[in-house]
């Protein structure tokens, strides 16, 4: 059972560093590759909750931004409507901290290097929500967050609400 368990995290790790480096291959892309897709995907409106809970990073780049930029790329492609909510809590919750607060809390003197990429995906229309809890445990308070970003009042029951809400969840 160990040695299953430990396979299959062996092979998300894989998976995640391997698919944010490449994008969709999309209809039109196909006779270009001689690729045969045998299950196409077809993007519709969607509602789509992150849940950012741990550290997955190829090199310095996180693999759940990079997520959030390939969805909204593919997504404005199609024409689909895409809502997207980022819940960070636990061992990711500090690249939602503003420039002081990311330096005390990561003992650092560069400021949070997510800062413009979370910005942007803000202008984009992606909501930035942080854990109460994980802010609590860590005594961050909204003043240390990146402007816009949000606090519910706990991760874990915030994913249940919105996947109730009729939101996908993604765990990057």
Same mark, same amino acid.
């Given at each position: 059972m160990k040695r299953n368990l430990a396979a299959?995290?062996?092979?998300?790790?894989? $998976?995640?560093?391997?698919?944010?480096?490449?994008t969709p291959v999309l209809a039109q892309d196909l006779n270009a590759s %001689? $690729?045969?897709?045998?299950?196409?995907?077809?993007? #519709?409106?969607?509602r789509v909750a992150f849940n950012m809970d741990h550290l997955a990073f190829n090199g310095d780049q996180?693999? %759940? $931004?990079?997520?959030? /930029? $390939?969805?909204?790329?593919?997504? #404005?492609?199609? %024409?689909?409507?895409?809502?997207?909510?980022?819940?960070?809590?636990g061992a990711i919750g500090y690249l939602l901290l503003d420039d002081a607060a990311y330096n005390k809390a990561r003992k650092?003197? #560069? %400021?949070?290097?997510?800062?413009?990429?979370?910005?942007?995906? /803000?202008? /984009?229309?992606? #909501?930035f929500e942080e854990c109460g809890q994980t802010a609590r445990n860590n005594g961050w308070v909204n003043a240390d967050l990146i402007p816009g970003v949000l606090v519910n009042s706990g991760a874990n029951l915030r994913l249940v609400q919105l996947q109730q809400d009729g939101f996908a969840e993604i765990h990057p």
């Open positions: 299959c995290a062996m092979a998300c790790i894989h $998976l995640a560093i391997a698919i944010p480096l490449s %001689g $690729l045969h897709i045998d299950v196409p995907v077809k993007v #519709r409106d969607s996180s693999i %759940g $931004l990079t997520y959030m /930029q $390939l969805m909204l790329k593919n997504y #404005r492609a199609s %024409g689909a409507k895409l809502e997207i909510i980022a819940v960070f809590h650092t003197n #560069r %400021g949070n290097p997510y800062k413009d990429e979370i910005l942007d995906l /803000q202008k /984009q229309g992606v #909501r």
